[in-house]
């Protein structure tokens, strides 16, 4: 569920989009990302919002093998202030997760089709995410994050029963603010309005990593409908 999505804009563009200041890091784009990658967050950094590169998967401050970061891809939404790999995160970390798409698979028989989800007009949007900084003696930290989901709207539903949180833009500097209220906080964490999202099928070649290129998000109008 949601273990790929992608961010193709500028960095440049999505540093005025979210407001951030300073300077951007070098990024390509990506097409088809993957767990464990190197992507960008928006996080406040004192008083100022600023762009990172860190590690999806993420990993607890406390944890003894940073592989645990690949099963902490995802945190949901229902649970996220209970379980120890995520609440401190929640309570003081909490960052937001560029993206211009994300994609879901819809099982078919003994195939799964993916389909490719995005805004109908292909901005950018902020899913809400956690971060955390791990180093173990001797070794330089490492920064990661991870997505929070919550059920499916109706877009998603025919698709897949999860999603991303996907939030609103008035509510991007409550949640990167640690102060602010944690109960209003698990409040923003329901599904998106549907206006915003469309969702289509692509080709199965993005089950494959190495298939990070812009033809991927080229509609395949035989395998499926448009949503």
Known sequence: MCGRYSI?????SVRRLFDA???????????????????????LEGAARRIALLRWGLVPGWAKDPAIGDKLIHAR??????????SAAFRARRCLVVADGFYEWRRDGRLSQPFRVERRDRMPFAI??????????????????????????????PIHHRMPVILEEKAHAA????????GSMQELLRPPALEPLHAYPISRDVNNPRHDRQEILVPVADQGRLL
């Open 8 to 12: 193709t804009t500028p960095l440049e």
């Open 21 to 43: 200041e300073g300077e951007v890091p070098a990024f390509r784009p990506r097409y088809n990302s993957t767990p464990r990658s190197e992507m960008p967050i928006v996080r």
């Open 77 to 86: 939404a229902e649970t996220v202030t209970e379980k120890p790999s995520f």
């Open 128 to 157: 809400a995410g956690l971060w955390e900084r791990w180093a173990a003696p001797g070794q330089a930290p490492m920064e990661s994050f991870a997505l929070l989901t919550t059920e499916a709207n109706a877009v998603l539903a």
């Open 175 to 182: 949640w990167l603010n640690p102060g602010s209220d944690l």
